[in-house]
């Protein structure tokens, strides 16, 4: 078998907050509102595959499972602004073929006119160092963003992947 190559994947954003702690406290109340707490949480770099689709709701949500996704997240104080983003865009070559994405993700704390504008560029700058020969086309730009009341808070945004390809390459 070859690599796992990410096929299927969702966008989702939460927030939470928390007098205790951030890790367990407005992380996992931000995980909660996000719809991904019962998971154990991989995360990856910022690379889609050609295959890439976006869906609406994942098939299904196994408590304890290992659910692998690209999030920003963004932790602060009491009172203090926090937004994380997330910008993303397909490459398309000469030909229309899609050759896969591009992803980034910025935290700030501050405003969410900031972190929108810091993902673009981010995402320019990744295009325009090493994939400037295709087309970026569908892009988006998602953000969460929180001024907690409570001791700690949390904001996030996760592009979570439900399903993968697996290659035969051959028998041993």
Known sequence: MGQRVPRSFFITTGSGES????????????LLQAGIEMFNIVTYSSILPARAILIE?????????????????????KNQPGVAGISFGF????DGLNR??????RTAEGLTAEVEYQCRKSLDELYENGYAQYDMINRKTITSAIV????????????CFTDYMVPIIGKT
């Open 57 to 77: 709701e994942p098939k299904q949500k196994v408590h304890g499972a290992v659910l692998e996704c690209i999030m920003a997240r963004v932790d602060v104080k």
């Open 148 to 159: 907690p009341n409570k001791e700690y808070g949390t904001a996030l945004v996760a592009l």
């Open 91 to 94: 490459l398309i070559d000469k």
């Open 100 to 105: 896969g994405g591009l992803v980034v993700e």
């Open 19 to 30: 007098d205790l702690t951030a890790h367990a406290g407005s992380f996992h109340l931000a």
